[in-house]
Structures are given as C-alpha cells and as structure tokens.
C-alpha cells in the first residue's frame, strides 16, 4: 500500500519509503543504484512520464538508508519546479513510481506515492477554504456575513429604518464616529455638525509634519502662508542668531526662523528650487561644500566669506568681506571688499582690492568699475600665478594704484585708469596695455610689453614742457638767472623780498588800482619779450592743443554710443582714444568720468566706447584725448 497526500502549489513533498529481506519481511535491508533518474511522475493515469528529473532530490545525499537507518530511503519532489511546463496544475492527479532499484540482488519497481496539488496556502499550514455550499445549500456572501443587512424592528438589538435606509437623531447626541474622507457625505448636514467639522480643519496647527504632502491641497494652503516667509524667493541665514536647526520645507530658513547652518539653508533652498541664500550682517559664513548656481547675500549687506577652497560654479556673492581659495566656473562678485583670494576665471564688479589676488587657472577675467582700497603708496596686487598660462585680464575704469606680478609670455592685461595711482608691471613677457590718468612703472626691465595709449600723468607733461623750452633757444645762462631772480620777486620765493613784493604790488591808491608800483615788472616783461621761442616747440604744442578735441552730445546717447558735433573722417579713427566729460557737463553724474573709444563710424559721427555708469544726454560736453 501507498501512501497519498494533498500537497498545496509550489510544495515540496518529502517521499520515504522501505526496503525488506526477500527470505524475512521482517528484516530491513538496503537498497543499490538510486539515483534521480529512477523517479518516475505520472499525470491524472497518462502513460506519459514527466520529461524532466529537474526538481527531484535525494535525502541524505543518496537517498539510501536515511540518517543511517538500514532499510528507510527517501527524496523530494519540488512540484514549484516548472521545467516540464505545465506539468504540475492544480487539482491534478501524480503517482510516483520508483523504477528499476536492486534490493536483495533483484531489480524491483515499485509504487512511492500517489498526490494531488491544491491550491497554494496564503499562510503556511493554514488551507485555504473556500465554502460555496452548507448543507446542500449554495451561500451567499451575506450568507457568510461578508455583508449585513438590517432588518428593520423595535426589539432589543434592532434597528428602527426608515424607507429602507437607517436614519440617526442629531449629531450631537451620538459617538463613537469614525468616518473615512469619503464617508462625510453620511454625516447630517445639521448647522452645528457642519460647524465643528470646518472648525478642526481650519483651526489644525501646520507643521513640518503636517499638510506638508506634495499636490494636497493642505500643502497648497500652507505653501500660500509660507511663501510669504521666504521673502524675495530666497531662504535666509543668521549663524549668530538663527533660530532654525533643521531642513524641512515651508518651516526652515525662513525669513522669521532663520537657519543657524548655511548647510542646512542650502538644503532647503534645493528642494524649494530656489536659488538666492541671503545672510544676515555681521556673520562669517565659511563655505564647507561646493555651491552652484546661486545668489549669496544681501545687496547692501555687511558679512564676511571664507571660501574654504570649494567650487562655486555660476555663483553671485553680493557684498561680502572675501577672502580664502576657490575653483569652478565663471563666478561673480558684487561690491565685495577682496582681501587675500586665490581662484579661477570671474568677474568682479564694483569691488575694493585690499590684498594679493592670485590666478590659479588660465582663463578670461573681468574687474569693472574696481578699486584700490589700500590706503598711501602701496597697493594691491593681481599675481598672475607662476608658470599658470596665458591669462586674459580686462580692468575697466580702475581707481589707485595696482601691481601686477607674474606676468608672463601668452599673459594680456588691458588696464583703463580713471582715477590716478601708480601702475606696476612685474614679469617676464606678455602684453599689458595701460589708458588714463596714472604713472607707469616698468618693473619687468623691458621684458613685458607695455603699451601707453593716451596715459595723461605728469611725468609725460613734464616731458613735453622740458622739450618746449629746449626747443625754446634762450640766449644765455645770464638770461635764465635773470629770469629766475625776477620770478623770486614776483613769487618772494627768496623769503626776504615776500613781504616787499606784497607791498610793491598793492595798489597806491584807488586811482592807481591796476597800475604797478615796481617797476621790475616792466623789466620782467621786457626780459619775457626777449626770449624767442622757435617755430619748432610752438609747433610741437600747437600740434598738443589740437590732439585734444572738444565736443558735445547730441541726439540720444546710451551707456555705450553718441552722436556728437566730433568730426568722424574714417572709420576707427579715434579708436583706443579716451573721453573724458567736461567738470560742468549737464549730466552731473558724468562729470570727469572717462572712458574709452572702441569703435567710430563716419557716416553718422558716432563714438562707441565702453560702458558708462550713466547715459549722456543731449548738450553734454567732452574731451578726447
């Protein structure tokens, strides 16, 4: 006899069996030659066995003798194994036939087992039950108590209805409520009901935790309160007196709960997608990860950066104390005070230099409307880093001194000055090109290329002024010591004739008023009416006077180009010239302001040069130099 299981889906059935003595039944002996290939299934009584051994294991290795018992054999069927496809279904028949062993030196083929599969259990060792009938009688799922219904009664445990539907007194006296959200159509639209609900809903407190669930419509109500709190679409950063330690939206960084960590306000800021970070004065904020693409500071703020050597690609850093290393691309700096810096390709705009900025990547860089912040006759320098590589550098409308150091073959600096100061050139090649008013001061001995286009400093007038009275051919030394004893008296240089010239130049009385009373002046002019200048050094300076051209606006001038009553011949003519308004312009804010000319136009009269901080108007009147 065999035995016969109920196996569920996906099983495996352990199958044991025995061996005896073929002389005495009762003596177990073993078993020679099992293996997985002499383990037979059959389907539902086909002939047809399954085509695959996959799934069958031998217990205890072998499957002879189990745990050492003489006589017990045993092995799995794993009925999940669907290497015969299909094969194994639910409520389907299978025997088990072992064929071909040798037990006692005969070959013997035997029936193991007969089962059925079932279907898979949802918990193990729990059947599944699935009752359609109870004696005789087909169910329903009320039947079953899947669903109720009420019958409507006035005894104890019924339920009074009315029209088919259970009806309830006043909200006020029942409880134990709970409804899903869809269920609050149950509810009776009694005022005081209605009232209490709308009272929770509007009265809950919104926290980090709650109504914070993106696309719900508690989260669009408290994004309308707390949009508020990030004013200027930015998040905000006190480390002195923040209040704010964590980084949950809508509550962190606000305006009036500000971050106490810069970390944790950029956190905030990226998962906000926004892109300014303000910072309260008086902080000291030191970068500790790189940053991009963001707006840091306040316009108008007072507050320190240490840039600790991070990346700060695509940045703005708005009036901030600098100082420190940094890399990335193409930052920009507002109205910063610039100490000791070190960095990549930027622009600075309306920044004071107090220290050594040092290049330490080729690149372009750009310094607008710059200045020197060192106070005497130092001041601060751009090192162009050594052996760093060809390096761009545009100063426009720079104010006070500068040095530059490194500069070296491949290296081109443009430097216009508007505001006096030394230039230095430290280096070993490269081109440096210097316009304005500033001295220039060759420190690399000739090895850099210094261009000066239209450099006014005195150096250069007192130049043109030694060659005029060269060119001048006094007579003779006696003639210059005579003047220059006339010019002691006029201008008591001497010390002892001060005083006598004040009294020999005030007038005798109001009759003589304009009529010298020392006769040395007629002397003076006499000696003056003397020296005959050459046509030479007054050709020289006549051709001086002409080189400045006078002019005025006209039309509508922009931050970049004019019309003007300027004679334009050629195009270009005056390109690399610089403009300079008139101390009594119309435009107040272009008073003495200069700039320089990059392009002219014939035609049409018209200058183009770089950016003023202000548009002329029509009448303002210049100088081209």
């Excluded at 108590?145 to 409507?152: I, K």
């Excluded at 007196?241 to 939206?249: D, P």
């Amino acid at each position: 006899m065999y035995p016969v299981y109920t196996v569920p889906a996906g099983d495996t059935l352990p199958v044991f069996f025995h061996t005896f003595d073929s002389n005495d039944p009762s003596a177990s002996v073993t078993l020679t030659g099992l293996a997985v290939t002499d383990i037979e299934i059959y389907k539902d009584g086909s002939v047809t066995q399954r085509a695959s051994d996959a799934g069958y294991t031998l217990l205890d290795t072998d499957g002879i003798d189990f745990d050492g018992i003489t006589g017990i054999h045993g092995f799995s069927i794993d009925t999940g194994d669907n290497t015969d496809a299909g094969f194994y279904t639910v409520g389907a028949w299978y025997h088990v036939v072992v064929s071909s062993v040798t037990v006692d030196a005969a070959t013997v083929n035997f029936v193991a087992c007969a089962f059925r599969i079932v279907a898979a259990e949802g918990v193990a060792g729990v059947p599944d039950v699935n009752v359609t009938h109870v004696g005789d009688t087909a169910q329903t799922a009320r039947d079953l108590g899947a669903s109720v219904l009420l019958s409507s009664g006035t005894g104890t445990g019924q339920v009074s209805l009315s029209s088919g539907t259970v009806t309830v007194g006043t909200n006020s006296d029942k409880t134990g409520y709970s409804l899903a959200a869809t269920g609050l159509d149950a509810i009776s639209q009694a005022a005081t009901g209605m009232v209490e609900i709308a009272k929770a809903v509007w009265d809950r407190v919104l926290s980090g935790a709650t109504h914070n669930i993106a696309s719900s419509a508690g989260r669009r109500l408290r994004s309308l309160q707390d949009n508020g709190l990030y004013a200027l679409a930015a998040v905000w950063v006190d480390e002195v007196n923040g209040t704010s330690t964590g980084t949950i939206s809508y509550e962190d960084a606000t305006v009036t709960n500000r971050a106490n960590d810069f970390d944790n306000a950029q956190t905030v800021a990226a998962a906000l997608f926004l892109n300014r970070i303000f910072v309260a004065n008086g902080n000291s904020i030191t970068l500790t990860a790189t940053i991009s693409n963001f707006e840091i500071g306040v316009p108008g703020g007072n507050w320190t950066l240490a840039l600790g050597g991070q990346a700060i690609t695509g940045c703005d850093i708005n009036d901030a104390v600098v100082s420190g290393t940094y890399s990335g691309t193409d930052p920009h700096f507002h109205n910063c005070e610039v100490g000791a810096t070190s960095g990549t390709a930027a622009k600075f705009y309306g920044c004071g230099f107090t220290g050594t900025f040092t290049v330490t990547a080729t690149g372009n860089f750009d310094l607008v409307d710059c200045y020197s912040l060192v106070a005497g006759a130092s001041a601060p320098v751009i090192d162009l880093g050594a052996a760093v590589g060809a390096t761009n550098i545009s100063i426009r409308r720079w104010s006070g001194g500068l040095t530059l150091n490194n500069v070296q073959t491949g290296d081109v600096v443009s430097v216009d000055v508007i505001s006096g100061g030394t230039i230095t050139v430290n280096g070993t090649g490269g081109t440096v090109v210097i316009r304005g008013m500033c001295n220039v001061v060759d420190g690399s001995s000739g090895s850099v290329t210094i261009t000066q286009t239209s450099v006014v400093n005195m150096t250069k007038i007192n130049a043109e002024a030694d060659t005029a009275i060269s060119d001048a051919a006094l007579a003779t030394a006696a003639s210059l010591a005579t003047a220059q004893a006339d010019l002691d008296i006029l201008t008591g240089t001497d010390g002892a004739t001060l005083a006598t010239s004040q009294a020999n130049y005030a007038p005798a009385t109001a009759a003589q008023v304009g009529t010298p009373v020392d006769t040395d002046i007629a002397t003076d002019i006499a000696n003056v009416a003397a020296r005959t200048l050459t046509a030479a050094p007054l050709a020289q300076l006549t051709q001086n006077l002409n080189n400045c051209i006078a002019g005025t606006a006209s039309g509508t001038p922009t931050t970049t180009t004019m019309v003007s009553n300027v004679s334009v011949t050629v195009n270009d003519q005056f390109n690399g010239r610089i403009i300079t308004f008139d101390d009594d312009t119309t435009t107040a804010a272009l008073r003495r302001q200069s700039t320089d000319i990059t392009a002219c136009t014939a035609a049409s009269n018209t200058l183009t040069f770089t950016a003023l901080t202000t548009a002329p108007v029509s009448g303002d009147t210049f100088t081209i130099t």
